[in-house]
């Protein structure tokens, strides 16, 4: 199925780097863009891109495998230490190759001591630029959108088992665990980060690890989790109220559900982020709940959890189709409220999680 009806050329979108900033090569060593642009993961590793040819370099670990499964570069080759100047002496010989006299690194991810390490050892007439990558994967791939989908489905699936298994006196680790398990069951990679289950008065701990204490009756269980699959992410989150939580309680989280259905509502190509994060966020003042959202209402989601575009005041990127993003505002009230999802476009706005009453949890009456 197409989601996205114009296909994305990677190789296109990285040569409109080199124009834009006038550089002659891209060197990638982040985790993520070698990534995404060679579809193969690997813990090390460089990416010379250059007008004429792109270079993968792994060492004896991935080469292997490598070479077999990785895409859009016309070349995978071996890091060896053994010659002159090791892998940057490697690096050299392809840059004056390809008459690279201007290449550009990763600002948003090589580390200080790399960058020094990079500009000693590389020729002085290499001058070395510094480009922000940090928009490169906003729109995605109709590949891409597959594997998030599926990581989303495979957390509807974890919550739905947390949903028919959980009771009173059931720990959070132990809700954590289904989850885990679930993961590991449909397929999934890894969680995309530490799962979060919060309950009754840790429920006001955004990021409250899950620990030991006993899910009670009549309280509210916050519960943010991911996956990965095939290299990509899901963030969820779902509030599950477990017999029958106080009105205020409950008040409370309609005003965030509605606050963000508002905001999904909104989404459109052409809008802005901070647009949509105006919507959640001027309902929810209308409430009376406005000093309490003290976060931004998303973010996009893709190879990394969180990625370009933000959705706070602060970000007025305007949507394009085949950007995902999370809308997922929340009360930081002492009785913490979230609901998130994601959507994308395609020919219109769909989900790509499902979004509805029982799914984010108004009020499972389990006593």
């Known amino acids: 199925m197409e989601y996205v ?32 642009f060679s579809e193969f993961a690997s813990l090390e590793g460089y990416l010379l891109f250059t007008k004429n040819e792109s270079i993968l370099y792994l060492d004896g670990r991935y080469i292997t495998a490598g070479k077999i499964q990785a895409k859009n570069v016309t070349n995978v080759v071996k890091i060896t230490t053994n010659n002159a100047g090791g892998f940057w002496g490697m690096l050299q010989n392809d840059l004056t190759k390809n008459n690279v006299k201007v290449l550009a690194f990763e600002s948003d991810h090589l580390t200080y001591l790399t960058y020094q390490s990079l500009k000693t050892s590389l020729s002085s007439e290499i001058t070395l630029k510094p480009v922000d990558f940090s928009e490169l994967r906003a729109i995605k791939t109709n590949a891409e959108i597959i ?119 909104a989404i459109k190509p052409g809008v802005t982020t901070s647009s949509i994060d105006k919507i959640c966020r001027d309902y ?19 190879i990394k959890i969180h990625e370009f575009p933000r959705v706070s005041p602060f970000c007025d990127v305007l949507l394009e189709p085949g950007m995902i993003i999370t809308v997922e505002p929340r009360n930081l009230h002492s009785l913490f409220m979230r609901c998130s999802n994601r959507r994308w476009y395609s020919s219109n706005w769909k989900w790509l999680s499902s979004l509805n009453r029982s799914k984010t949890g108004v009020n499972f009456n389990l006593s």
């Open 5 to 36: 009806k114009t296909k994305l050329d990677k190789t296109a979108k990285l040569k409109e780097y080199l124009t834009k900033y006038q550089i002659d090569g891209v060197l990638l060593h982040s985790t993520v863009n070698r990534f995404w």
């Open 284 to 302: 929810i003042i209308s409430k009376g709940y406005g000093k309490y959202f003290t976060h931004s209402t998303g973010h996009g989601v893709g």
């Open 147 to 265: 594997a998030l989908q599926k990581a989303c489905a495979i957390g509807d699936l974890a919550i739905n088992n947390v949903i028919k298994k959980i009771k009173i006196g059931i720990t959070e680790r132990a809700i954590e665990q289904i989850i885990i398990n679930t993961f590991i069951e449909a397929g999934a990679d890894k969680p995309s980060f530490d799962t979060i289950v919060a309950s009754g008065w840790r429920g006001s701990l955004p990021h409250g690890r899950a620990t030991d204490k006993k899910i009670e009756n009549n309280e509210l269980i916050t519960i943010d989790f991911g996956c990965i699959y095939d290299g990509y992410c899901s963030d969820t989150t779902r509030t599950i109220g477990l017999g029958k939580p106080p009105a205020k309680m409950l008040e409370i989280f309609d005003v965030v559900y509605q606050a963000q259905k508002q905001g999904i509502e």
